[in-house]
């Protein structure tokens, strides 16, 4: 077939998105199909008989890169003889879309309790730009259908925008298990407990919550250090977590495309974020045999087995406690138990492979 993919950045070098889309397009080609990416940047090297579309964005304003993106991907669109086309950035009409970003609609209503703060924010002009683009996407009409990475986001996509249920396909992502592997020799259990952080939206990824879930473990209770990388406002959170007087445990680390070698000398992922579709980081370090702390506000968390391969937290009640409870509860386990755990998360990732990803989608774009 041949297949366009839109996404403004495919790179195995930026985030989770980026580096599916980058597996993905490079999957597609090897199984003989003639991909078009229609973006603003691409890896040169994913595979030479990828072709790539550029794709121009007005930097003017969030609004207009939003807008801008979207118009001239369709304008692109025209001048191409396809088969399908499958978006993974905000553009209509398409053949099928995949939420990969959070849907915006969710949170907005997560982040802005109140209903008169939403109603003014609903005036701003990304937000406005936003919200009419995925207006457009989630109308049947101009979308036939939509491919989810977890169930959580199946349902959003139905009960925000009613999509019809069985039009929307859950497809969980896949992992390099090559890229994303355990250390081959077994490390001894430390004493103290290597907690990591990875995202690249602090606030919304809950980072807040997990300062002060550990500012909660009284003093002496646990040596613990945390290691924070990603891109956010490390001021802001370097002040709060002085405040709460764990500063000397925290340090930040600048995004890097070598994030599994966090991965492999960690003990535990935590990432309390407030919403995810899926945060694919969750996969990378259950790959890496890092067992995985999230929330239910985390598609993520639906491949996770409580207390088996990490720790689900609940996404609606005082996350901060939780934290507190579960990493001492994981730091009071026996070495053994520990080792366990990261087995079984290691043997869990095994079944989300790129390829069965490739395999999936191509069977719901071939039966359009």
């Known amino acids: ?12 070098l930026k ?27 691409m890896d040169k090297d ?5 072709n790539l579309v550029p794709i121009r964005v007005s930097s003017f304003s969030s609004s207009a890169k939003n807008l801008s993106f979207h118009r001239n991907c369709q ?3 025209k001048k191409l003889n396809l088969d399908r086309v ?26 802005y309790r109140s209903k008169w703060r939403l109603l003014i924010e609903r005036l ?44 929307i396909h859950v497809v969980y992502n896949g992992v390099d298990l090559k890229k994303f592997s355990p250390l081959e020799e077994v490390q001894p259990v430390s004493k103290k407990v290597r907690l990591l952080f990875v995202g690249m939206e602090f606030r919304r990824k809950g980072l807040q919550y997990l300062l002060k879930g550990l500012s909660l473990i009284k003093p002496g209770m646990l040596d613990y250090s945390l290691d924070i990388v990603g891109k956010g406002d490390q001021k802001c959170f370097g002040r709060m977590a002085e405040n709460l007087g764990i500063l000397g445990a925290v340090r930040f ?34 790959a890496c045999g890092l067992p995985v702390a999230t929330t239910t506000t985390n598609g993520a968390s639906e491949v996770i087995q409580d207390r ?36 079984m998360a290691r043997r869990k990732a095994e079944s989300f492979t790129i390829d069965r990803n490739v395999d999936e989608t191509l069977k719901i774009l071939s039966s359009l």
């Open 308 to 343: 088996e391969t990490g720790f689900i937290l609940n996404g609606s009640n005082a996350l901060a406690d939780q934290i507190a409870a579960r990493i001492s509860s994981f730091a009071a386990m026996a070495p053994e138990s520990r080792r366990q755990m990261a087995k």
């Open 124 to 167: 701003n002009p990304r937000h406005r730009a936003i919200l009419r683009l995925e207006k457009g996407i989630y109308n049947p009409a101009n979308t036939k259908v939509i491919i989810t990475n977890s169930k959580l986001a199946k349902r959003q996509v139905h009960d925000l925008f009613g999509f019809p249920q069985e039009r």
């Open 1 to 12: 077939m041949r297949i366009a993919i839109i996404r403004k950045e495919c790179s195995l």
């Open 75 to 77: 304008n692109a669109l």
């Open 86 to 111: 499958y978006a993974l950035s905000r553009s209509y009409p398409v053949d099928a879309l995949r939420v990969s970003d959070p849907l915006h609609l969710a949170w907005m209503k997560l982040r």
């Open 253 to 286: 680390h600048a995004p890097t495309p070598m994030v599994e070698e966090f991965y492999r000398s960690a003990d535990l992922l935590v990432l309390p974020t407030q919403y995810d579709p899926f945060a694919n980081v969750c996969l990378e370090a259950l």
């Open 46 to 50: 994913l595979h030479p008989e990828l």
């Open 15 to 41: 985030g989770g998105a980026e580096r599916y889309c980058a597996n993905l397009c490079r999957g597609l080609a090897q199984r003989g199909h003639q991909v078009y990416l229609l973006a603003q940047q």
